[in-house]
């Protein structure tokens, strides 16, 4: 892998206090270019900018926490102009890796059509899957909510998916 260490000028312009940052590749030092330029161009401040490097950096490197931050960040339209389907590229990744409120936000994003196509058996596989690692939040209610609109041959699809998800550890689901 290409190592490139890279002075961040602009991140120095807007107070970053580390001056250089190592880019491990050219994707990610885009990426760092892009989100803080559009957090400078939309009037973020620093510690705003700061913040959306840092959690840039640690998705990109696999945290799963950052990279379900980063699926909020663009869900909400935080620090980013608000765009699904990246929401729901971070926040799969992050899902992948059982990173329960990850889980919980991809099954949002499937009941309601966001980023990907509304689909009720892969909301409710997913809300069951953070459901059963024990989400404290409201998987469980949202999972039910969903089985409303379903028939038992749905729900019972649903349930198989989430068994074999569970199997395959989470990858690929």
């Not at 510690?47 to 379900?68: K, W």
């Not at 909400?76 to 409120?101: I, S, T």
């Not at 596989?125 to 409201?138: T, Y």
Request: aromatic content about 10%; proline content about 2%.
């Amino acid at each position: 892998m290409l190592t490139v260490t890279l002075c961040l000028i602009p991140l120095v312009l807007l107070g970053s206090t580390t001056g250089c940052e190592v880019i491990r590749t050219a994707d990610m030092a885009y990426n760092v270019f892009k989100l803080v330029r559009v957090a400078y161009q939309l009037g973020g401040s620093t510690d705003e900018t700061d913040e959306l490097e840092e959690v840039l950096l640690l998705a990109e490197q696999g945290n799963s926490e950052s990279q379900n931050k980063l699926g909020e960040f663009y869900d909400y339209g935080w620090g980013v102009p608000r765009n699904d389907e990246e929401a729901v590229k971070w926040y799969r990744l992050a899902a992948e890796q059982r990173h329960v409120p990850a889980q919980s936000n991809l099954g949002w994003m499937y009941k309601m059509g966001r980023g990907v196509k509304m689909e009720n058996i892969r909301a409710h596989m997913w809300f069951d899957i953070a459901a059963s690692l024990g989400d404290k939040d409201n998987a469980a209610k949202f999972r039910d909510e969903v089985a409303r609109y379903m028939t038992s041959a749905q729900i019972a699809k649903a349930q198989k998916l989430a068994r074999e998800c569970k199997r395959k550890n989470y990858e690929g689901c």
